[in-house]
């Protein structure tokens, strides 16, 4: 059996927890992992009509993106807006 078979496997028999490493699950929620692992579990089908495309995968992950930076903010009624999260690394300039 391959690590695919594996992995597809142990999400079919609810193991996702199980076969995680536990140092991986401090990173994140429960949430944030199972949500995760039903994306994979879908880019693993065997047939390709089955699989998301590239540009579902990337929704996919900018969502999570958004919950593993502000996982906050629906807890607080904080929101960034979209430019805040589209780049970490961006810095606004003002012109004086």
């Given at each position: 059996m391959?690590?695919?078979?594996?992995?597809?496997?142990?999400?079919?028999?609810?193991?996702?927890?199980?076969?995680l490493?536990?140092?991986?699950?401090?990173?994140?929620?429960?949430?944030?992992?199972?949500?995760?692992?039903?994306?994979?579990?879908?880019?693993?089908?065997?047939?390709?009509?089955?699989?998301?495309?590239?540009?579902?995968?990337?929704?996919?992950l900018?969502?999570?993106?958004?919950?593993?930076?502000?996982?906050?903010?629906?807890?607080?009624?904080?929101?960034?807006?979209?430019?805040?999260?589209?780049?970490?690394?961006?810095?606004?300039i003002?012109?004086?």
């Amino acid at each position: 059996m391959n690590l695919a078979d594996y992995f597809v496997m142990s999400m079919n028999m609810n193991r996702l927890f199980q076969i995680l490493d536990r140092r991986v699950l401090r990173e994140g929620s429960l949430e944030q992992f199972q949500k995760m692992a039903e994306l994979v579990k879908s880019c693993l089908q065997l047939q390709g009509e089955d699989r998301p495309t590239m540009k579902e995968v990337a929704g996919e992950l900018e969502g999570l993106q958004k919950l593993i930076r502000n996982p906050w903010s629906n807890q607080h009624g904080h929101e960034e807006n979209e430019d805040e999260l589209s780049d970490p690394y961006t810095i606004p300039i003002n012109s004086s």
